[in-house]
């Protein structure tokens, strides 16, 4: 049996079941959006790492080495914002190819720094790749002791909501791949820069953890469908979306207008836009309001969290049909 | 100018250049075996990363998958123990291709966490990677707050001490690569399994920092020459070694006579035993001779630092040539 026949989901699940228990101090091991380890009275370490392989995840021509450094750093510090942890120190492993030159390094290191805002390169490790650009980063975070925001901890009647883009980063996937055709240069470049470099949410997460506002949140690398869908099946209860609440962006609503498509299905099955998706409690939704308008972020409410499970979608009242599995392969052919 | 021009070391004093100011929280960045973050009063945060490229630093017909799986993590649970932390949870990301065996990675992981002995796989990432095997390992440990053992802590008029074996990983070596004509069979699986198998001293690491009987260590990842040489430079003075106090295991001296070869060589200059080296002062060393009895540990005093620079070994009193920068050419052709 090999690889491809069980997928990564299979994969993983064989990994997991050879990883030993995840035992105290280990508070989360594999299976949220980063790690826990418990390490005292004070505060707890989040970890987290991905790894990217040139002509896999990205094509070397097509992708510019700062927004490849901002990128790959961005996509880690999304998984620290949607644990409400501080990131505190970042590695990065190289694997290169020895012919390429010094000055793209250089220029993805500025990338990579510049979206860190200050979080240090604390180490890593830098080896010879013979067949293409090799990527791997590690961050660490701090929480308090004992708080993390976890996908297992929504419960029903919670408002569901979104903090940053969705769709943006899709839509300019499909210009970057020649999809679309785009509507004018400006919109264009707005919505490239939305998946080249992608704002991970590390003030709002940390906001909703320190304050006390939610306890459940996942960042959106995957679609919202199917990062609402890994709430609920963590959380174990359900998630009404409401279609007309999911905020677009004038250029995407431009491109999907120019092109014939529906906005939507970027916004709901879109991924990489690394926005930041919680739940808060009614009792809580004052404090987030007031806290909102004092650090002057966007975030809407867009959905609740019921009984039951699987995510549905209703669009002015009416249910839309998603597919099977949170996908969203008949969205266009709803009734 | 590009990658192969400037050499790893000049890419990393590149990287390094723009890595951040490394500043507290963060207590050691680049340039210990590992990095240190303080998070409270209790416990700081040891951390090592390493990335592996198949056909670089393995190739996959001539390594068992569970002896990859073993080395992969021993060679970081190496850098936690060089510090004298105990390593509390493991990151494994997998670059594979499709169409590897399943089995292969379960095998794989059994050898992962067989030299883990109970350390939980806390998290990773599995993606595809369309021309080989890419294995990034990353290790967190705990020390107690404040203390470490580090690169740049030695002084002169300590002892150096070494534990674990030196050379016979180099011999595995070159038996593998069809370097030497092995004696007999049962040597030649000892000295593979050596290269295969590597023993990281995590114990000894933990005893020396948790005892306060040592403030300076290093694995004997690149060699052990190398390696003193790194503390030398990092605590701003000279070593002296006697080589005839570095133990020899049967086998390496065997393997060394049967085809000609001084397995001193080996010893000074072969590299991947991860061997635990440290400096100890005078008053520790009754305090260290009680532990090593108590704890069954053979670890052997092999010279001594010395003001000055550089490393100098003396063979039965008389100074040996090796060769410049900390380098063993011209050993074999000494006077």
């Not at 009275?41 to 490849?68: A, C, K, W, Y």
């Not at 010094?102 to 240090?120: A, Q, R």
């Not at 879109?270 to 650090?295: A, C, I, M, Q």
Request: glycine residues 12%.
């Amino acid at each position: 049996m090999k690889i491809k026949d069980i997928g990564e989901f299979g994969l993983i699940e064989r990994i997991h079941a050879k990883a030993g228990r995840s035992s105290y101090p280990v508070v989360i091991g594999i299976g949220d959006d980063a790690s826990v380890l418990d390490v005292g009275p004070r505060n707890q370490i989040v970890t987290t790492t991905d790894m990217l392989v040139e002509g896999v995840h990205f094509l070397r021509d097509s992708i510019e080495p700062f927004d490849l450094g901002f990128k790959s750093h961005a996509v880690n510090l999304s998984d620290i914002a949607a644990m409400g942890a501080a990131p505190a120190q970042s590695f990065l492993s190289f694997g290169l190819p020895p012919d390429m030159e010094v000055e793209t390094i250089d220029t993805f290191m500025d990338g990579f720094m510049e979206v860190g805002e200050g979080v240090p390169l604390s180490g890593g490790d830098t080896v010879s790749s013979p067949h293409g650009w090799i990527i791997s980063v590690t961050v660490i975070g701090t929480s308090p002791a004992g708080r993390v925001l976890r996908r297992d901890s929504g419960v029903p009647g919670e408002t569901i909501w979104l903090c940053g883009p969705v769709g943006d980063s899709a839509a300019g996937l499909s210009i970057l791949l020649g999809q679309t055709t785009k509507v004018d240069e400006q919109g264009a470049q707005f919505l490239i820069k939305s998946h080249n470099r992608p704002l991970p949410q590390v003030r709002m997460g940390r906001i909703l953890l320190e304050a006390g506002i939610s306890n459940c949140a996942i960042d959106v690398s995957d679609g919202l469908l199917q990062d609402l869908g890994h709430i609920c099946k963590r959380s174990k209860l359900g998630a009404e979306l409401e279609l007309e609440s999911i905020p677009l962006s004038s250029p995407i609503k431009e491109l999907a207008s120019a092109n014939g498509l529906d906005p939507y299905r970027w916004a709901l099955r879109g991924g990489e836009d690394y926005s930041l998706l919680f739940t808060v409690k009614p009792e809580n939704e004052k404090k987030l309001l007031r806290v909102l308008e004092k650090e002057e972020i966007a975030a809407v409410p867009i959905g609740r969290t019921v009984p039951g499970k699987g995510v549905r979608v209703f669009r002015d009242g009416s249910e839309v049909e998603t597919g099977p599995d949170g996908g969203f392969d008949h969205f266009r052919e709803r009734p």
